[in-house]
Nanobody, 124 residues
């Protein structure tokens, strides 16, 4: 299995940027597809972005397309989420998650391992 630790969250004004990192330990990261999810208070956990184990295939939620970029550095066992032009509605607890490489999908139930989350707060 793999252990995940997110970092990089914080408080930022609307229009600002943050870069989240997800450091993995344990099993080799390149055996997992990786995803970012977020959950705001009183709302369901929602998909943000996904990157295949090789990094070749990317998916984004429509709400973040063109503003967020997911990437990975397998040599450093780290996945990133660059968030630009942040909006107040992006405020949430952001989680990274690992999915075995043979699996597919953006539903959070399809992911096997989760970090503890990092808070992102965007002020208007």
């Amino acid at each position: 299995q793999v252990q995940l630790v997110e970092s990089g969250g914080g408080l930022v004004q609307a229009g600002g940027s943050l870069r989240l990192s997800c450091a993995a330990s344990g099993r080799t990261l390149n055996t997992y597809n990786m995803g970012w999810f977020r959950q705001a208070p009183g709302k369901e956990r929602e998909f943000v972005a996904r990157i295949s184990n090789s990094g070749a295939v990317l998916y984004y939620a429509d709400s973040v397309k063109g503003r967020f970029t997911i990437s990975r550095d397998n040599a450093k066992s780290t996945v990133y989420l660059q968030m630009n032009n942040l909006k107040p509605e992006d405020t949430a607890l952001y989680y990274c998650a690992a999915q075995i490489a043979s699996a597919r999908g953006t539903n959070w139930r399809a992911y096997d391992f989760w970090g503890q989350g990092t808070q992102v707060t965007v002020s208007s």
